[in-house]
């Protein structure tokens, strides 16, 4: 017995002399499917999970922006393809040439080639990855040089090659990637029964080139220790990452408030927001998160119930719009979110001036929505309407103008929104019924167009992080807002008056090279976007980035960094990217 | 022993009817299980939602329009040869899953009843007992208190308190990341401290309940002749508590004990997720968020089955306890 507690404290005392020996982990939290749901195969769900930008790396990190050049912040000056597994590369319309970084090892000690990014891009293949929209082949002439061939030149190739991170080893997948066929869907054989054997595979822990490895994952904790034979292994400074496991935002603010996360980056309420600010050191980055809310109007001939329906009426758009108070509701539903007050351009709030659609510009060229209830009144009073005794107002035959209101049952800020919405404008004499569906049936029922307004998405650009991503949501044809509003219903007018084809406009965007003419393109759409108000867009989303500086990491990039782009569609590769081009560090 | 065959086909004939009546319901839950993975594709890969759509159909290998029938013949099938389902999104056998949550799940709530029983008992008795005392509306009020506060407050109050200010406790798991499980000490000492704060949670939540459930019923039997006749006869106050009082008071809460026992196989969805535990709550929250028909029809069923078997065992158990008490015919 007396031997045990010996043994025992023995023990824990050379936990301890280990522990004052300097090792130094990073903390982080983040989800994962905890065991024996884990298993280190990317291809299928509960694959890596938080472990992934730790554990993996793609050819470039693409810092998003006009133009090549970083223009501020830690990686001024750099190129926007900051290397990882690749090291330069050339683009030119017809391809794009990656020349990859030699002695790079995976985590079990074989060499990473070609071969290995054929094998990714292969399965990304049986995965739709958007990047095989626009490749035609991918080719490996080397061992170190691999060659994607598009079908016709892209502006977006730098995008789209930095948009995937390399996540297949070849000497371990290559006999399901051999098999695969290109030239048909991945529904259909032989590439369905690969992908069937490929979702069944389960090596237990996932296999990367990053600078860390797994070493173990548990329902709670996930530990990843450094990569010894990492490339840039001299400039990672963390001997290991913890991760702890993120079950829900209230969980995490507890690791914030208890000091046990470096970084952490939980939607939160403005007062615990407060409170974690509160502890030393603690500071809150909150880059775009590429992506934003709107009210979207149903443009079709008639409304779900057969009625005559108003919102084709641009005037009637426009009272709408000067009747809300887009600065409360913003605040009311997403308070650290980018209000969006005046206008409607259908960009990201945060990036628009950098792409020339500035305050000055919009001033000049743009209808201002800004809250004005009055003008709101006089819009519907020219359209015809009048205010009852009651004080909503009624159309010709003396009806109340009252619509539905619906939105996603599960995203709790836009159920705050159609409230605010419902509030605001009751008050200005308009009923509206909110209405929650399930996320179920919510997409496919308002695409059907089965709403009268609804909740929608605006100005997203996840994956691309590029205006013409942001335009495409609502302008063309085939972008998903575009769709649930139904923007072929009626006709969009030009600044001559014209209907104009704004699906071959964004088509135009995505197909030009010239930045110049990019910018003009990018005017344009916002002119039309905002002068035929599809949609009323009114808060932008921002990630919350808390994070602790000079407690245990030192070196964190100002908050107005560009750098924190990199958060939008994987928080940990900014901290990756961080730890390798050594802007981070363990605090000495 | 008649009766006890008897017994024992009834609950398995009404474990078979809420197995059936668990698949209809479950494959009739509105909702579509590959929407939520089909956006979370559409949020990070760039895809529009029908390809993103398609993508997680093929991933989940789900087809909605297979005959309902046929779905059911495979579930019977699986059954019948011991297997609860199989998780279509994780691709695993959700036996394989219980094994590995429930000991956990088990361990944690089975200290916890255990606990909160005998400490309700004890309670319950001695309000029944001195009904006048300060203890009676203290136990009262703080029965009502946690019986309208979700478990999930206490946990999250013990948490902030126990584990993030005073940081007495950990945070969150079953024990230390790094620590290699096996029967020696420092494993066990781990593994108990981590199930502190769940155990406290648990048990606090519940002991409100069962003490008042035993004082419902101490009450009633303070009533009877033996108590009077205990007390004329200058029995002691405390074997007329112990021998008399709480003897017979505890028998009708035995059921409720062995019901109980049958439930906790459910976990606690909200304990487990505060405390990242990992029983059986998880996966349940799991199956239920993202419509694992597989998963939720094998927790459910074991569940069920659980509860009524824990109520057949309560039956058998209280005929044995009770000799007033006789199974019938």
């Known amino acids: 017995m007396w031997r045990s507690v010996v043994k025992a404290v023995a023990f824990i005392g050379l936990l301890a002399f280990a522990a004052s020996a300097g090792e130094v982990y990073f903390q982080g939290a983040a989800d994962w499917e905890p065991p024996p749901l884990y298993h280190g195969n990317a291809f299928a769900p509960g694959g890596v999970g938080g472990a992934w930008w730790w554990v993996y790396e793609p050819l470039f990190v693409y810092l998003p922006g006009p133009g090549d050049t970083i223009p501020s912040g830690v990686f001024a000056g750099r190129d926007r393809m900051i290397p990882r597994l690749g090291v330069s590369y050339d683009d030119t319309p017809e391809a794009f040439v990656v020349h990859l970084r030699r002695n790079v090892v995976w985590h079990d000690g074989m060499p990473f080639t070609a071969k290995d990014v054929w094998c990714t891009f292969v399965f990304g293949y049986l995965k739709n990855w958007a990047i095989w929209n626009y490749l035609e082949a991918i080719e490996i002439p080397d061992d170190y040089t691999v060659v994607f061939r598009w079908k016709s030149p892209t502006p977006f190739a730098k995008l789209l090659i930095a948009q995937n991170v390399i996540l297949w080893p070849y000497h371990i997948y290559g006999k399901w990637a051999e098999r695969v066929d290109l030239n048909v869907p991945s529904s259909e054989e032989p590439n369905k029964t690969v992908t069937e054997e490929l979702l069944n595979f389960k090596p237990e822990k996932p296999i990367g080139t990053g600078p860390f490895m797994l070493k173990e994952v548990t329902a709670s904790d996930m530990l990843l220790l450094k990569f010894p034979d990492y490339w840039a292994a001299d400039k990672v400074d963390f001997d290991g990452v913890k991760i702890l496991r993120w079950t829900n935002n209230y969980v995490v603010w507890g690791y914030l408030l208890g000091g046990e996360l470096d970084a952490g980056h939980p939607a939160t309420r403005r007062d615990i927001t407060e409170a974690i600010l509160n502890l030393p050191g603690m500071r809150l980055a909150t880059p775009t998160d590429l992506g934003g809310f709107c009210l979207a109007f149903n443009l079709r001939e008639t409304l779900p119930d057969g009625e005559p329906n108003p919102f084709r009426e641009l005037k009637f758009r426009q009272a709408i719009a000067y009747a809300i108070d887009r600065a409360e509701l913003a605040e009311a539903c997403y308070w650290a979110g980018l209000p969006i007050t005046d206008y409607a351009t259908g960009l990201l709030e945060s990036m628009r001036a950098s792409w020339g659609v500035t305050d000055e510009w919009m001033a000049a060229n743009l209808t201002n929505y800004s809250y004005d209830p009055e003008k709101a009144a006089r819009l519907l009073t020219e359209l015809g309407y009048k205010k009852g005794p009651d004080g909503i107002w009624e159309d010709s035959q003396g009806n109340d103008l009252k619509f539905s209101l619906v939105c996603h049952a599960g995203y709790s800020d836009w159920v705050i929104a159609i409230d605010d919405i419902a509030s605001q404008l009751k008050e200005f004499g308009i009923i509206i019924e909110p209405e929650t569906r399930p996320g179920s049936i919510y997409w496919t029922s308002i695409r059907a167009g089965n709403f009268e307004l609804c909740m929608e998405w605006t100005a997203t650009s996840w994956g691309f992080a590029h205006p013409w991503a942001e335009l495409r949501r609502t302008l063309h044809k085939d972008g998903d807002t575009a769709k649930t509003v139904d923007i072929t219903a009626i006709d969009i007018l030009g600044p001559d008056g014209q209907p104009v084809d704004t699906t071959a406009l964004v088509d135009e965007l995505g197909a030009t090279f010239d930045l110049e003419n990019q910018v003009e393109l990018i005017k344009s759409l916002a002119w039309i976007h905002n002068e035929n108000l599809l949609v009323l867009p009114f808060v932008e989303k921002r990630i919350m980035i808390f994070h602790r500086e000079g407690v245990r990491v030192t070196g964190w990039p100002a908050l107005d960094d560009p750098a924190w782009l990199l958060a939008p569609g994987g928080i940990e590769r900014c901290y990756t990217t961080f730890m390798v081009e050594d802007v981070i560090e363990p605090v000495k | ?329």
């Open chain 2, 1 to 329: 022993m008649k009766i006890l065959i008897k017994r024992t086909g009834v609950a398995l004939l009404t474990i078979a009817v809420a197995a059936f009546i668990t698949f209809i319901v479950v494959q009739n839950v509105p909702g579509d299980p590959i929407y939520e993975w089909a956006m979370e594709l559409v949020q990070t890969s760039g895809l529009d939602f029908e390809t993103a759509y398609k993508v997680a159909a093929q991933m989940y290998g789900y087809d909605p329009n297979e005959p309902l029938i046929h779905r059911l013949a495979v579930y019977v099938k699986r059954l019948l040869r011991g297997n609860l389902g199989y998780s279509m999104i994780y691709r695993a056998s959700v036996n394989e899953i219980i094994a590995k949550a429930l000991p956990w799940t088990a361990f944690v709530v089975s200290i916890s009843l255990l606990l909160s029983f005998s400490l309700g008992v004890v309670l319950g008795t001695v309000i029944a007992w001195k009904r006048r005392s300060f203890l009676d509306p203290v136990v009262t009020g703080y029965a009502s208190f946690t019986a309208a506060t979700p478990d999930y407050v206490t946990a999250m109050l013990l948490l902030l308190f126990f584990a993030i200010n005073l940081k007495w406790f950990p945070t969150r798991g079953a024990y230390d990341v790094g620590l290699t499980p096996g029967f020696n000490l420092r494993f066990i000492g781990n593994v108990l401290h981590h199930a502190a704060l769940p155990i406290l949670s648990f048990t606090l939540e519940a002991v409100g309940g069962w003490a008042l459930a035993m004082k419902g019923s101490a009450v009633s039997v303070l009533g009877e002749d033996y108590i009077m006749a205990a007390k004329a006869r200058g029995l002691k106050d405390r074997r007329i508590v112990v021998s008399y009082l709480a003897r017979n008071s505890i028998l009708p809460l035995i059921t409720g004990l062995a019901i109980s026992f049958g439930g906790m196989f459910g976990g606690s969805i909200l304990i487990e997720t505060i405390f990242n535990y990992p029983g059986m709550g998880w996966f349940f929250s799991q199956a239920l968020t993202r419509k694992d028909y597989g998963m939720m029809q094998g927790l459910f069923l074991l569940t069920i089955a659980a509860t009524i078997i824990a109520n057949l065992l309560a039956d058998l158990i209280y005929a044995r306890l009770d000799p007033r008490v006789r199974l019938e015919r």
